[in-house]
């Protein structure tokens, strides 16, 4: 398919389109808002249903209904939003449903502001619901990887029976690009006749499918989390994605950053190579499961002396490159929040500043 | 070779349209291209602008303080933008709104009167579609023909609109061949 030029929210809902995802409930959200504009026109073309809830807490349990019917859904929306739905994802990852939620993260806390952030690092990481449940994170870097990894997180939802989520940012939902969708990122829906609520007649069977997430026999509860922890484990070995750039030779220090924040690491990288100074970056794609081992070999190298985790926040995702390291390399922040994103001049100047 | 362009006006001026039009036309050469509008909380006549950037490798950072070219199409935009431009860079001013110039020497000015063109025509509404052909005419950024190809094809669901824009989009030939 020829290339065409798309801003990421209306790549990622055509993304989710040709993933066979023909359910989308949102509530309108800036940045976030041209995701819903998109599917507004495009779900009834496919016969596909969209509604706009009441709100995202009625948004976040109409997820949680058509996922129980074995539907495959999703929604898009921003930081305040994804709070609201924070309840149903955790329901839903208890309930072992697949569904896909697209955060194009925008500054808090509170409202904040509108303009791109990764302060939901942690939220998204390390469960805004509660639990003992995690998700799987994929943190694209531009509409490109926007649209592969909406369309992967439909079959990671269903390979793991749980919620994925997309972390974006404002930049990557507000900017176009040239992008393709490929074919081959298509994978037919699982067959989920054994546990979801799709009809006892439609799947010829006699006996009940019961979705839920309340165990209150001690024992049972403890196994079905041992189940939901053994699904984590596996994605910790089989779904941990990162780029590694600039790492090949020898560098001085090592920068770990993800998405929109990324790319301006990596014009950095370049214009300091040009004058001979060698740093390399991990980019986690995944953010749960985390690049550690990547991050650790790259970090350890004996010609890095440095590592700094680069980020549009306080600093959040440096408390899992810390824990990466085991004590083994420092490693500093370097970021801000806001939405004004440090230029590739800022960013060399610091990292120049550390070596 | 990374050429970033910025489009600035008020909203409503099709500041947006325009640099999409550049944006295709570049991606259709087989260039790569990024997009990127500001936004943020804006009022109805406020300020619009997005920039534009082409390259022939893999673009990076989104964060562009300081474009190769200007399209200003009102006068804060030119006030604010045009000294943030790179040397040597092209600076176009809507002369039509624009009673001032850029007040840099190291920067080339193309002067054209973007919204009188327009009227001349018979729509204000495509002063935007000459300053996007004259720039693209001056600056090379984009094949000429193929910027034409897409500005037809923007307008194909509304094809009583096309005349007039390709009147407008050789009157911005014109203006920059002439200047």
């Not at chain 1, 999703?74 to 924070?86: A, D, E, I, N, R």
């Not at chain 1, 990557?172 to 609520?197: H, R, S």
């Not at chain 1, 997430?213 to 699904?231: E, R």
């Not at chain 2, 204000?124 to 996007?132: L, M």
């Amino acid at each position: 398919m020829a290339k065409v030029l798309m801003k990421g929210n209306e790549a990622i809902g055509e993304a989710a389109i040709k993933a066979g995802c023909l359910n989308y409930f949102a509530y309108p959200i800036t940045p976030q808002s041209e995701v819903a504009e998109y599917l507004v026109k495009r779900m009834p073309e496919v016969n596909g249903v969209f509604v706009q809830g009441e709100s995202e807490v009625a948004v976040g349990y109409m997820i949680f209904g058509a996922a129980a019917c074995g539907e495959r859904v999703f929604t898009t929306s921003s930081s305040p939003g994804v709070s609201l739905m924070s309840e149903a994802i955790s329901y839903i990852a208890g309930a072992r449903c697949p569904a896909v939620f697209v955060n194009i993260v925008r500054g808090g806390p509170g409202l904040g502001g509108i303009l791109p952030s990764q302060g939901d690092y942690f939220q998204a990481t390390k469960g805004g619901g509660h639990g003992d449940y995690r998700m799987l994170v994929m943190a694209p870097d531009g509409v490109q990887e926007a649209v592969e990894m909406t369309m992967m997180a439909f079959v990671l939802a269903e390979k793991y029976r749980g919620p994925v989520m997309i972390l974006g940012d404002g930049m990557i939902g507000q900017m176009m690009e040239p992008v393709e969708f490929p074919d081959n990122l298509y994978v037919p829906p699982t067959n989920k006749d054994e546990w979801a609520t799709n009809g006892m007649d439609r799947r010829g069977s006699t006996s009940k499918n019961i979705v839920k997430s309340l165990y209150l026999d001690p024992k049972v509860l403890n196994q079905h989390n041992l189940t939901l922890k053994a699904q984590y484990e596996r994605m910790k070995k089989e779904e941990v994605r990162f780029e590694a750039y600039n790492t090949d030779g020898d560098y001085q220090a090592l920068i770990v950053s993800y998405g929109t924040m990324s790319r301006v690491c990596k014009t950095a990288i370049d214009n300091l190579k040009s004058q001979g100074i060698e740093i390399g970056m991990i980019r986690p794609k995944t953010l749960f499961p985390f690049p550690e081992k990547a991050i650790h070999d790259a970090a350890t190298k004996e010609s890095c002396k440095k590592v700094v985790s680069i980020e549009m926040n306080m600093g959040q995702m440096i408390e899992d490159v810390e824990r990466s390291l085991k004590g083994k390399r420092e490693v500093t922040w370097f970021g801000q929040c806001g939405g004004d994103i440090y230029t590739p001049e800022e960013v060399a100047e610091h990292v120049i500043s550390l070596i | 070779m990374q050429k970033e362009v910025m489009f600035a006006g008020f909203g409503g001026q099709g500041i947006l349209l325009s640099a999409k039009l550049l944006a295709y036309a570049a991606m259709k050469q087989g260039a790569q291209v990024m997009w990127i509008p500001s936004y943020g909380p804006e009022m109805r006549g406020g300020t619009a602008y997005c920039t534009v950037v082409t390259s022939d490798r893999l673009i990076g950072s989104p964060i562009i303080k300081n474009p190769s070219h200007l399209v200003a199409m009102n006068r804060p935009s030119l006030e604010k933008f045009a000294p943030v431009v790179k040397k040597g860079g092209i600076v176009l001013i809507n002369s039509s709104l624009i009673p001032i110039r850029s007040g840099r020497d190291d920067i080339e000015e193309l002067i054209v009167p973007a919204n009188q063109a327009a009227v001349d025509l018979g729509s204000v509404k495509c002063a935007n579609i000459i300053a996007v052909s004259a720039f693209a005419a001056r600056s090379g950024m984009v094949d000429i023909e193929i910027l034409r190809k897409c500005v037809q094809e923007e307008f194909a669901s509304k094809p009583k609109l096309i005349p007039i824009n390709m009147k407008a989009f050789d009157e911005g030939l014109k203006i920059a061949a002439a200047s």
